[in-house]
């Protein structure tokens, strides 16, 4: 069975996760992970990629971005192996390719999903156990959402600046959303979503979606049919 193409649509927010190679660093030290984000940083601007959320983590990037074309995400990712990688192996003194296979990512409806997607984005650090609090991570965007730093390579969804009408009044919504967490059984519907590359979203959403990207955004029913009967 072919393939199908990966589900990338302008204008809805993605939930990406690009990882290395078994036994890799995606980042070695502070320098890598300085230099992982000012790529990531030029690539989305050049190529029209907003990114809502992040988190550097040993073995994997994570993103929640929203493309402005049908190919910002894909260039952006594009642009980023080739600057980032290439430093990295003249750094490391290594050859070949550090990414394990192509990025992975899914589509969702952002009324239902984009702020639950920012907290599992931003609590990577917290479920592994690195740090106990979101904000005790630098290498996330949850300072900048919680109002210690201002991060350049972020642009906050609207939906992050409905949480109020100020600066304070997000970053004490924010504060709260990231206290009440996510379940398990979130957390693993974001994973799975992610890993599959189908679209979270109601069945409206999956109609305009599948228009959209010219593909289904939703595994099909298993098993053959249900026989309907047409008698009378």
């Given amino acids: 069975m072919a393939r199908l193409p990966r589900l990338e649509v ?13 036994g890799q660093f995606l980042a070695r030290d502070d320098t890598d992970r300085q230099a992982l984000l000012a790529a990531l940083r030029d690539a989305a601007r050049l ?21 402005a074309r049908d190919d910002s995400l894909s260039l952006t990712m594009q642009a980023l192996g080739r600057r980032y990688v290439a430093a990295f192996n003249r750094r490391h003194a290594r050859q070949g390719s550090l990414w ?13 999903f984009l702020l639950p997607a920012m907290r599992f984005v931003e609590q990577h650090a917290v479920r592994a156990g690195l740090v106990q609090r979101e904000q005790d991570d630098p290498w996330s965007s949850a300072a900048h959402h919680l ?3 201002t991060d350049p390579l972020v642009s906050d969804h609207a939906l992050f600046w409905a949480l109020g009408n100020t600066p304070f009044e997000r970053e004490a919504a924010w504060r709260l959303q990231l206290a009440e967490g996510l379940s398990a059984e979130a957390v693993q519907q974001f994973a799975d979503a992610t890993h599959k590359g189908w679209a979270l979203t109601d069945e409206r959403g999956a109609g305009a979606l599948a228009q959209l990207a010219g593909r289904p955004v939703r595994p099909r ?8 009967d047409v008698t009378v």
């Avoid at 029913?221 to 309907?228: A, N, S, T, W």
């Fill in 10 to 22: 302008a204008g809805w927010p993605h939930l990406v996760v690009q990882r290395v190679h078994e």
């Fill in 47 to 67: 190529h029209g990629l907003a990114i809502h959320a992040y988190a550097v983590c040993a073995d994997h990037l994570h993103l929640l971005a929203t493309p």
């Fill in 100 to 112: 394990s296979g192509r990025f992975r990512a899914t589509v969702l409806d952002p009324a239902q």
């Fill in 147 to 149: 109002g210690l730093r």
């Fill in 221 to 228: 029913p298993r098993g053959r049919p249900r026989k309907v």
